[in-house]
């Protein structure tokens, strides 16, 4: 059965940088699309970013407007790792994010990261507090 396992969260000011890393075990292979979700203090799991993982696929990546241009999501295949680097953060990119993946890569095809409830595979989440 694949897991995924967040690390990296904490606490940041705002400006700074931070870098999420999602291990994948139970597999010997990434999924095709991985991708994370940020839920913000009552609020829901919204998808921020998402990438398709072959490398037949070229690597297509999907940002929320939130973060574009701040954080770049990517994929290790020798280490099974997937990764968020989150640049400039800002006060409002607190929240606790999710490592999420789907076997399908049709979970990547939309014009922007997909929700939270159309992905079928879950960490347990990291969190991310940016002080001002």
């Known amino acids: 059965e694949m897991q995924l396992a967040e690390s990296g969260g904490g606490a940041v000011e705002r400006g700074g940088s931070l870098t999420l890393s999602c291990r994948v075990s139970?597999?010997?292979?990434?999924?095709?699309?991985m991708g994370w979700l940020r839920q913000r203090p009552g609020a829901g799991h919204r998808g921020i970013a998402s990438?398709?993982?072959?490398?037949?696929?070229?690597?297509?990546?999907l940002y929320d407007g939130s973060i574009q241009g701040r954080f770049t999501i990517s994929h290790d295949d020798a280490e099974n790792m997937l990764s968020l680097e989150m640049n400039d953060v800002q006060p409002e990119d607190t929240g606790t994010y999710y490592c999420?993946?789907?076997?399908?890569?049709?979970?990547?095809?939309?014009?922007?990261?997909?929700?939270?409830?159309?992905?079928?595979?879950w960490g347990r989440g990291t969190q991310v507090t940016v002080s001002s």
């Open positions: 990438i398709v993982t072959g490398r037949e696929s070229g690597g297509k990546t």
């Open positions: 999420v993946a789907a076997r399908s890569w049709l979970v990547c095809s939309a014009p922007s990261p997909s929700p939270g409830e159309l992905w079928p595979i």
């Open positions: 139970g597999s010997s292979s990434l999924p095709p699309c």
